[in-house]
């Protein structure tokens, strides 16, 4: 279960941009303690015992995300969720990832996620939390024209387009990942991080993202 946890961190990390690939190198994925950080340069300790240096450049994406639970959820909150429908066509949710802010248009609404049309996106702002029915209620704009009787797709740009609704069912167990940009400074001694890096032919790392998933010491 941790290991899933620790994969999904790395998902609500990764979602928020999309960093170009280049043909010589490669993605990999750290997990690990910070041991230090000179302003360029991160040291982690990794679950393998390893110790990574990793370059931190200005584009670097670094955010801070925590586990939550249903009911840390509440009316108001932004949401970005995947699920797949069963045979009655009910939602049942893979994944949440709880936003400070609403997606850009392009991405709010209800669609098919494009590299696998089984999983249906659905991003909107929570309406309701159920604990007794595992129930989480979304409000979201959809492609449609004001006053649709049926409202999926992504909001259109530069116009709020329908208004739809969701109820998403939720198991316990499934990841909530709040997600909130952060900077360098939580780089601390003992920080618990995350991390995407791509190796070039020299085995130098440079970090594409960074997810803190829970605060180190502060400075004495």
């Known amino acids: 279960m941790k290991r899933a946890v620790r994969f999904a961190i790395c998902l609500a990390a990764g979602a928020l941009f999309s960093p170009d690939a280049l043909a010589d190198t490669q993605t990999l994925h750290l997990h690990g303690v910070v041991q ?5 340069t991160l040291t982690i300790k990794a679950d393998s015992g390893k ?19 249903l ?24 994944s949440v990832r709880v936003l400070a802010s609403a997606l850009s248009s392009n991405d709010e609404g209800q669609y098919k996620l494009e590299s696998n049309p089984a999983r249906i996106v659905t991003n909107g702002t929570v309406s309701a939390v159920s604990l007794s029915s595992s129930t989480l209620s979304i409000v979201f704009h959809g492609a449609g024209g ?38 360098t400074s939580l780089f601390r001694l003992g920080a618990i991080v995350s991390v995407s890096a791509t190796s070039d032919a020299a085995s130098l790392l ?3 993202s960074v997810s803190v998933e829970r605060e180190g010491k502060l400075p004495q």
Do not use: E
């Open 71 to 94: 009911s840390d959820l509440k009316a108001g909150d932004y949401v970005a969720t995947l699920s797949m429908a069963d045979p009655k066509g009910n939602l049942h949710v893979q």
């Open 146 to 183: 004001d006053g649709a009787t049926s409202c999926t797709g992504r909001a259109p740009p530069g116009s709020a387009g329908c208004t739809g609704n969701a109820d998403l069912l939720i198991a316990r167990g499934v990841p909530i990942i709040a997600v909130t940009n952060g900077d």
């Open 36 to 40: 230090a950080f000179d302003g360029n």
């Open 51 to 69: 110790t990574a240096l990793v370059a931190i450049l200005p584009q670097t994406r670094i955010v801070r995300s925590w586990i939550m639970m």
């Open 206 to 208: 440079t970090a594409s």
